[in-house]
């Protein structure tokens, strides 16, 4: 990891232990610091494609830091850092939708590191998901479908206990929303990913 891209973990790191100090809103929070954050960054960087993605993964990892460090309820530092990233980075559309599920991947990995709670962090991100859905101009299923199946990749990457828990959390309905996982994820003896 270059200082930069340090800098910008420990930016967002900083900002929300700062912010759920000062508040105790950790949504509100990681909202407001991620979606500054990496506004701020993606336009000092001119760029988009490789560079959001990574900015992205970069401000997740300091948003899940910041809020372990001040005990926070991971399923609420994991929606507000999905929706701080869709606001920050203003996709929209197919666009979103992948950065819904990049987002997720990069929360639950980020989580697993912390040793938080990888189905708390799996709820708030498809909370997240169908909370910015309408504004995205896509529908609140297939937001959380996204949400889902970025969550349930990046736990295949932690392990199978990973996968169990997350896959778990998400076969509830969240946010009046029953969510639709995704092949090789769609049956429970399906406990690796096989592509």
């Known amino acids: 990891m270059t200082t930069k891209q ?8 900083s900002g929300v232990v700062g912010a759920v100090k000062g508040t105790g809103d950790v949504a509100k929070a990681t909202v407001d610091t991620v979606s500054s954050t990496l506004s701020t960054t993606l336009k000092d960087a001119g760029t988009v494609g490789a560079s959001a993605t990574e900015a992205v993964g970069h401000v ?30 203003k996709h929209v559309g197919t666009e979103a939708m992948d950065t819904i599920g990049h987002t997720a991947g990069a929360v639950i990995e980020h989580t697993a590191s912390v040793g938080g709670k990888l189905e708390h962090a799996a709820t708030g991100l498809v909370e997240g998901a169908i909370h910015s859905a309408k504004a995205l101009g896509v529908s609140a299923e297939d937001a959380a479908a996204a949400a889902a199946h970025g969550a349930l990749k ?6 199978s206990s990973a996968v169990a828990a997350v896959r778990h959390a998400l076969t509830q309905t969240i946010s009046g929303v029953k969510v639709v996982l995704k092949a090789p994820f769609d049956r429970e003896d399906a406990n690796r990913l096989r592509s």
């Open 6 to 13: 340090a800098g910008l973990v420990e930016t967002v790191k």
């Open 60 to 89: 997740a990892a300091g948003a899940i830091q910041g809020a372990a460090q001040v005990g926070a309820h991971m399923g609420h530092a994991a929606k507000g850092t999905v929706i701080g990233v869709l606001r920050g980075t």
């Open 154 to 159: 990046a736990a295949d990457k932690v392990g």
